[in-house]
């Protein structure tokens, strides 16, 4: 019987899993693959519906009962976002994080998402938010259905030719605040699956980048990610600040400056 494997279409996860996905892995067993945005793999998580899972580090310390969380395949980003955008006014002023009104209503895709928990710690409040499909923030943010939007780095490209601005990178504000990369998914396997076979599924999703460090041994494959007995574990502390937020112990951090 096949295991379950469901991941986003993103460009990352695509290549991560490409070989396992595809049969390419002999000592693999066979997957049944399912493709979602990661919210949805957040909501199936809570269900415990698949195998192997994408989920977002937001939602991670409360999957963490029926799920173990893996050591390779986990997504970072440095200063790429999530982006926090809006409209100009009628004088072409831009709103920053501290004047945004408590009211204003902000298009995000998840309640579980890395962009919804990133957004609260940097407003330092937990704002009114309205949940919407990726692909319809931008508009609703244009058309003033909703005050702003956060968006991921897959759908904040033309932002800009809808008129809106970028209000805060809420990436580079939690690289400021923490020096640490910005941890958005982790890959999750249930925890019916034996620890033995958890590692291998591990070695699964870590198989393709290692394949790609042998092709590019000068250079690292992750730039910025610290090489094998470098300093630091780049996941180190972020359950931590998750798990502090749903405690309401977690401390108001410093506001970003545009």
């Known amino acids: 019987m096949a295991l379950s494997l ?9 290549y991560v899993f490409s070989a396992w996905s595809n049969g390419l892995l002999n000592a693999a067993p066979r997957v049944a693959v399912s493709l979602d945005h990661v919210e949805a793999l957040n909501v199936a998580a809570f269900a415990s519906r698949y195998t192997v899972t994408k989920a977002s580090y ?10 173990r969380m893996l050591r390779a395949g986990s997504s970072f980003g440095l200063e790429t976002g999530p982006l926090l955008v809006g409209r100009p006014d009628a004088n072409g002023t831009m709103p920053t994080l501290e ?18 928990l990133l957004l ?17 923030i931008i508009g609703a943010v244009a058309r003033g259905e909703v005050a702003a939007g956060v ?24 690289r400021q605040e923490t020096g640490r990369p910005t941890p958005v998914t982790g890959v999750l ?18 198989e393709p980048g290692l394949r790609a460090r042998a092709r590019t041994r ?9 090489e094998r007995g470098g300093r630091g574990n780049p996941t180190q502390g972020h359950l931590d600040v998750r798990q502090r937020l749903y405690r309401g112990r977690g401390r108001r951090r410093r506001r970003c400056r545009r």
Do not use: F, K
């Open 6 to 14: 469901a991941y986003p279409p993103y460009p990352n996860d695509t």
């Open 58 to 67: 937001g939602a991670m310390p409360l999957l963490l009962g029926d799920y």
């Open 99 to 116: 004047s945004l009104p408590r009211e204003a209503r902000i298009a995000i895709r998840g309640p579980m998402t890395t962009c919804h």
């Open 120 to 136: 609260q710690l940097a407003l330092g409040r937990s704002p009114i938010v309205e949940i919407m499909r990726p692909d319809r």
């Open 151 to 174: 968006l991921m780095a897959e759908t904040c490209y033309p932002y800009e030719e809808a008129g809106l601005r970028c209000i805060s990178d809420l990436g580079q504000w939690w």
């Open 189 to 206: 396997v249930r925890r019916d699956v034996p620890l033995d076979s958890a590692r291998d599924r591990c070695n699964h999703s870590r």
């Open 218 to 226: 000068d250079r690292p494959v992750h730039p910025g990610r610290p």
